[in-house]
């Protein structure tokens, strides 16, 4: 990217922005949770609404919403008339109403926040410092089926968000191959196997993750009518010599690989290889850096990285597509296909070499 020219007087005005941003950022969390956004946005016919109304509105006093509201207008995230009048500006109406920006709020404020505080230290040791926030485990994947109910939630939300909207496109490139065995390489909650299972009558799905996520997946998958085809086994893909057996037509890892470091992802796609034959087709998604369209993607991704460094793992990151084929050709892997899915996955079918 190329150097932009700012004056210097606007260049501090960014800088107090992000020298604040913690102060924003809870601020806008609080215009959302107290149900001000909402208030303001219904009254939006009336030509907006005074702090006084809203304070009689929704109980809450008229100090508490003048120092909310007063940062907010310096924001940008609601504007303030002659008349003394709020109105939420196309920033506060996105970040209220837009579907994505409130899954990246939600996961921020209730999974992220307060790990963050411990980046410097996670960057320091190598490891997720920040995790201690949330529960004692050496990884986030070993505790997600014991978080609490608010932050799995928004775990998981954040999670489906960035990939259920390109299973459909992606199960018409998994089913020309007409696998009868298909293995799912992180399994999650067993959404991806489920929707196997009806796309294709005949498809059996094995799902290979750590115990506490395969017996949720398999429980989901159970219920959904899908037990006999459905099946799973533990696995922990930091043991020093994970094993995946022989015999399935497709393995499919979805967002998977970027939760882990360069060499655990060669150790993972290695350990794939021995397990295909010539006829094996597996699948990988991600989400890559440098396969964004627009610049909100892309930033959205790189503060993703943040999360793995300070709360997921301490080593893992979003990649650039060059960083997977680079790992996907040291590991004995051709790429067959590379399709673009939705607005920002990447589809690699890879073939043992």
């Known amino acids: 990217m190329s150097k932009k020219y700012i004056k210097a007087i606007d260049a501090l005005q960014e800088a107090q922005k992000i020298a604040f941003a913690p102060f924003v950022f809870q601020t806008t ?97 190598g490891k997720p410092a920040g995790l201690k926030e949330l529960g ?29 909207g390109i299973f459909d496109e992606a199960l018409k490139i998994v089913f020309k191959h007409q696998p009868k065995l298909l293995f799912d390489i992180g399994g999650n909650t067993g959404k991806f196997a489920i929707q196997c299972c009806n796309y294709n009558p005949d498809v059996n799905v094995h799902i290979f993750d750590l115990p506490g996520q395969l017996k949720k997946a398999l429980q989901n998958t159970a219920d959904q009518g899908f037990g006999a085809r459905v099946h799973g086994t533990k ?6 010599n994970p094993v995946i057996p022989n015999g399935a037509d497709t393995i499919w890892m979805s967002q ?13 796609l290695r350990t794939a290889v021995k397990a295909m034959d010539s006829d094996t087709e597996l699948i990988i998604i991600e989400t890559y850096t440098d396969r964004q369209k627009f610049d909100n993607a892309k930033f959205t991704l ?23 084929l680079e790992l996907a050709d040291k590991a004995g892997l051709e790429i067959k296909e590379d399709v673009s899915l939705g607005e920002f996955h990447t589809l690699f079918v890879c073939k043992k070499k």
């Open 29 to 125: 969390v609080t215009l959302k949770n107290l149900g001000i956004f909402d208030f303001i946005f219904g009254n939006v016919a009336k030509g907006g609404v005074t702090l006084e109304e809203i304070s009689k509105a929704l109980s809450i006093s008229e100090y508490g919403l003048s120092v909310l509201l007063e940062m907010a207008e310096s924001s940008n995230i609601v504007s303030l008339d002659e008349q003394g009048k709020y109105e939420l500006t196309k920033i506060g109406y996105f970040l209220n109403y837009n579907p994505m920006t409130q899954v990246n709020m939600n996961f921020t404020q209730d999974v992220c926040y307060q790990g963050l505080f411990h980046l410097e230290e996670a960057i320091k040791e």
């Open 136 to 164: 004692n485990w050496k990884t986030i994947y070993e505790g997600l089926s014991e978080l609490k109910p608010n932050i799995q939630k928004s775990w998981f939300d954040f999670d489906h968000f960035y990939s259920d």
């Open 235 to 240: 696995i922990d893909w930091l043991s020093e």
């Open 256 to 268: 998977f690989l970027d939760c882990f470091s360069k060499e655990e992802i060669l150790k993972i």
């Open 302 to 324: 790189e503060a993703t990285s943040l999360y793995f460094t300070a709360l997921a793992n301490g080593n893992s990151k979003m990649y650039k597509a060059t960083d997977l």
